[in-house]
């Protein structure tokens, strides 16, 4: 009991600092509510909504701050920080498909690693990665046969010829960047080739 007791009185002399940190928390999970609203919200959240209600929040908490002196940096920290990320804490409400935070992102490239594990049956998917690129997004092994052949169908053959050209460039860059990283020496002697052939070539 005593030793309980102990804890206690040590606790009490960061009572107040405690509440005050708690509070600033709350800011940021406002922020976080605003940015974030339920998907089934009415109306629906658009760019414009959104940035509305954010900017107004920040203008509160600088109102707050005004007749807080005490708690004025932490809340110009905040605003600043938000500003300066700005342009692009809205793209997702432009771009649907654009996922809203790097965790939700981490989270999709997680599944997909999985998945592919479960597929291929082996730890490293390198290969896959290397193979397909930013085009992987797209591969779904569980989608129907006659799914995947009607959505072939919608494809423009001239639009699709380059997208496959600039697939092909993004992933020898890809490779490149992967020889590169784990045989060095290799890649940088298939490069100095490449160079004296280029040279010998040129009129």
């Not at 940021?28 to 629906?44: A, K, N, T």
């Not at 939700?104 to 049956?121: A, C, K, N, V, Y």
């Not at 995947?148 to 490149?176: C, G, N, T």
């Amino acid at each position: 009991m005593d030793q309980l007791l102990a804890v206690v009185q040590r606790r009490r002399a960061f009572t107040t600092q405690y509440r005050r940190l708690k509070h600033q928390r709350n800011w940021l999970v406002e922020l976080d509510r605003r940015l974030d609203p339920p998907e089934d919200s009415q109306p629906h959240p658009t760019e414009r909504r959104v940035k509305r209600q954010v900017k107004d929040y920040l203008a509160e908490l600088e109102a707050y701050a005004h007749h807080h002196p005490s708690e004025a940096n932490v809340v110009a920290h905040i605003c600043a920080t938000f500003r300066q990320r700005w342009p692009r804490l809205f793209a997702c409400y432009a771009w649907p498909e654009r996922y809203r935070t790097n965790n939700d992102l981490e989270t999709f490239f997680g599944r997909l690693r999985t998945r592919q594990r479960q597929i291929q049956g082996r730890k490293s998917v390198h290969e896959f990665i290397l193979r397909y690129g930013e085009w992987a997004v797209f591969i779904d092994p569980a989608e129907p046969f006659d799914q995947l052949l009607k959505r072939f169908q919608q494809f423009d053959q001239a639009e699709f010829d380059q997208e496959y050209a600039r697939f092909l460039k993004a992933q020898h860059r890809l490779q490149v960047l992967y020889r590169f990283r784990h045989h060095p020496r290799r890649c940088l002697k298939q490069l100095e080739q490449q160079w004296a052939e280029a040279i010998r070539r040129k009129p």
